[in-house]
């Protein structure tokens, strides 16, 4: 089995991308902020990570991974066991020493291994009862995933682990629970634990994955083969063996007179982070990341900054990294970056757009395109996925 565990505590760098000047009257200012997280050993203007975990050893991580089984995973009978299968690959895939879980998904929620309302700690012997655990997995019943969602909740919060995170996969809609139920469980699990999310098969409703994935900061896919799961499954599992640092927020300040207008990841996916801002003390705000390994990420900042007369520049945002803390302090993960504005009259200067400002402000354009060509592909028009997907 790999081995996930790094020596070093993560480091974390950013730098801020933009065209700081403005014409005269001009108020908005955009600039692109990436933040890479590094595995240790980075020089330059990284800054490490608080220990946050013992050196040698990887994060106390806890992972529950929720199986779809209602009675559409019968249909072809190949489907559950192609989940079995998948769900044992991400089971052998999980280090030693990690918390973990395996919950039966229908209309109702059920714990398949260990039982008892807790998490088992993995290692060959535990991993080992799972897998014997998943033969009793069977098809039938409806499905009602907020009722999935809550008891990886409960099961997560079980133990004292710095790292949670859910696995689930679905292959059908989301038709025993209304709309309005699922995204109260979505709310109530938003920034408790991270969840990737996966359809199986032609069957499900795209928006309903992704949008479990988005509310908490997972990714989303199809696995429209469910011969493929097992490849799927080995692999989310491995990106969620590498992550560090979790809970970790993006800190915008601002002075006077100044508004965030909005924020937004652009990559490797498009989150809209807005609405999601929590209060960080005077003219501060908190953005959710979620869990961080070894992976860069690149966020879009609009300020909206007051009139100034030219020749006159500001500070329009302070950005950093941070870990919020229960008591309502954070712990600094060091990095920062600047956002500027300076009012120029030469023309060239205030109307040139930064190349990476440039190539997100289409992102909008491009999340939707994607979104089609997702329903274009679930829909079997290939040809049309095609064009939309490239």
Known sequence: MANFSKSNVPQFSMDVYQNEYLPEGGREVNAIVTVTATGGGTVGSAVAAPHLYA?????????????????????????????????????????????????????????????????????????????????KLSAGGGTAIG????????????????????ILLTDGRNEHESPEDLKRSLDECAGRFTCDARGVGTDWEVKEVTGIASALLGTADIVADPAALAADFTQMMEKAMGKEVADVALRLWTPVGTAIKFVKQVAPTVEELTDRRTEAGPRAGDYPTGSWGDESRDYHVCVEVPAASLGQEMLAARVSLVVPQPDGSAQNLGAQGLVRAVWTDDMAASTS???????????????????????????GDMDGATAKLG
């Open 147 to 166: 009722t999935w969602l809550k008891l990886a909740d409960r099961l997560l919060s079980s133990d004292e682990v710095a790292i949670r995170h859910g």
């Open 55 to 135: 050196p040698g050893r990887g994060p106390s991580a806890g992972v529950a991974i929720m199986v779809d089984c209602s009675g559409s995973m019968d249909y072809p009978p190949t489907k559950m066991r192609n989940a079995r299968d998948a769900t044992a690959a991400a089971i052998d895939t999980l280090r030693d020493g990690v918390h973990f879980a395996v919950i039966a998904g229908t209309h109702v929620a059920k714990e398949v291994y260990p039982g008892g309302g807790r998490l088992a700690v993995a290692d060959a012997t535990t991993r080992g009862q799972a897998k014997e655990a998943l033969r």
């Open 353 to 379: 757009i930064n190349p990476q400002v440039a190539h997100y402000t289409g992102q909008a354009e491009l999340a939707q395109a994607i979104q089609q060509g997702l329903d274009l592909r679930k829909a």
